[in-house]
């Protein structure tokens, strides 16, 4: 069984900075892939990056080159640094884990979810 918890979340200015942190609870964190995922009110639940357990990424473009996921496995600890924020990246954001070394940017394909942070960027 796989446990996530978000933290990190908050209300920012547009331009600003957060950084979320997931907390994994696992056996073992080795050979667990990780995503990030957001859902704005009335929208999708929809992709926003992702990490292997060597740190292989990968990034939806609308967040590319502004967001960075990175892990420290010695802490079972991922994380999503997000800079140059908009008001359209407010959404709850769910850090997402499956078994695996693969990428992968659907929902449908992760086994577990935190709980959700909230992340609200002001005009």
């Known amino acids: 069984q796989v446990q996530l918890v978000e933290s990190g979340g908050g209300l920012v200015q547009a331009g600003g900075s957060l950084r979320l942190s997931c907390a994994v609870s696992?056996?073992?964190?080795?050979?667990?892939?990780m995503g990030w995922f957001r859902q704005a009110p009335g929208k999708e639940r929809e992709f926003v990056a992702a990490?292997?357990?060597?740190?292989?990424?990968t990034y939806a473009d609308t967040v590319k080159g502004r967001f960075t996921a990175s892990r420290d496995n010695a802490m079972n600890t991922v994380y999503l640094q997000m800079s140059s924020l908009k008001p359209e990246d407010t959404a709850v954001y769910y850090c997402?884990?499956?078994?695996?070394?693969?990428?992968?940017?659907?929902?449908?394909?992760?086994?577990?979810w935190g709980q959700g942070t909230q992340v609200t960027v002001s005009s």
């Open positions: 696992a056996r073992s964190f080795s050979g667990i892939a």
């Open positions: 997402a884990a499956r078994w695996g070394t693969v990428l992968r940017i659907t929902a449908d394909t992760y086994d577990y």
């Open positions: 990490i292997t357990w060597s740190g292989r990424t």
